[in-house]
């Protein structure tokens, strides 16, 4: 598989259940970053984990990283319709300069009310 | 909340046309970038900005393809001759530093013809 690879790819579950999503890389990272976009729309940085943290929260988000396993997972606690969309993985391994964030394919998370 | 705005949000050209996607990003930012996403597929990176010069450039990025900092505001792609497979959605970004969160405008949907 390729760097930042999500699974699972689709993920349907009911408001107010947790859902997780989980990201897979291949090289040694800076950070790793949580991206979500909705339809056609722009992609909205929703958290960034550096690569000397294990776990990171945000309100409802909650990021841990296994830089042993090259994985990260994404957990949306309490969810709700709104949070319907894709959400992407993205890990920076620029060795300097400006970051270059290689994205994975997606989740494409859908809340039924 | 300041943005990167993105002109025009669509645009159809015949193949072999050049094409110049506008960006305005956030002002105080330092680095500048471009990604697009074909649709159904991942998010690439095709280029970094900084200092009135690129960073660093993907393998899409080929000569066909330019990037320019006109003036203090915008920042512009152009594509020379375009073909079919340069139909997608690109994105513009700008980010603080050369590390963090990246911060993507709406897009621009480029469909050759």
């Known amino acids: 598989s390729q760097q930042g690879e999500e699974d699972p790819q689709a993920l349907s579950i009911q408001e107010g259940e947790n859902a997780t999503m989980n990201c897979s890389y291949k090289?040694?990272?800076?950070?790793l970053q949580w991206y979500r976009q909705n339809s056609g729309r722009g992609l909205v940085h929703l958290i960034l984990?550096?690569?000397?943290?294990r776990e990171k929260h945000s309100g409802r988000l909650r990021v841990t990283l296994d830089t042993s396993k090259k994985s990260s997972s994404l957990l949306i606690t309490a969810s709700r319709a709104a949070d319907t969309a894709s959400y992407f993985c993205a890990t920076d391994a620029a060795l300097q300069g400006a970051q270059k964030l290689v994205f994975g394919q997606g989740t494409r998370l859908t809340i039924n009310p | 909340e300041p943005e990167v705005t993105q002109t025009p949000s669509h645009q159809v050209t015949q193949m072999g046309q050049e094409v110049i996607l506008r960006c305005v990003p956030i002002?105080?930012?330092?680095?500048f970038y471009w990604y697009r996403q074909i649709l159904g597929q991942k998010v690439e990176f095709l280029v970094s900005?900084?200092?009135?010069?690129?960073?660093?450039k993907s393998e899409i990025f080929d000569d066909q393809f330019s990037v320019e900092r006109p003036d203090g505001s915008n920042f512009t792609l152009k594509i020379r001759s375009t073909k079919l497979e340069d139909s997608a959605m690109y994105f513009c970004?700008?980010?603080?530093?050369?590390?963090?969160?990246?911060?993507f405008g709406e897009g621009s949907r480029l469909t050759v013809l």
């Open positions: 090289t040694s990272i800076n950070n």
């Open positions: 002002s105080n930012h330092l680095y």
């Open positions: 900005f900084y200092n009135n010069e690129i960073s660093e």
């Open positions: 984990i550096r690569s000397n943290e």
């Open positions: 970004a700008s980010s603080v530093g050369n590390t963090g969160e990246l911060f």
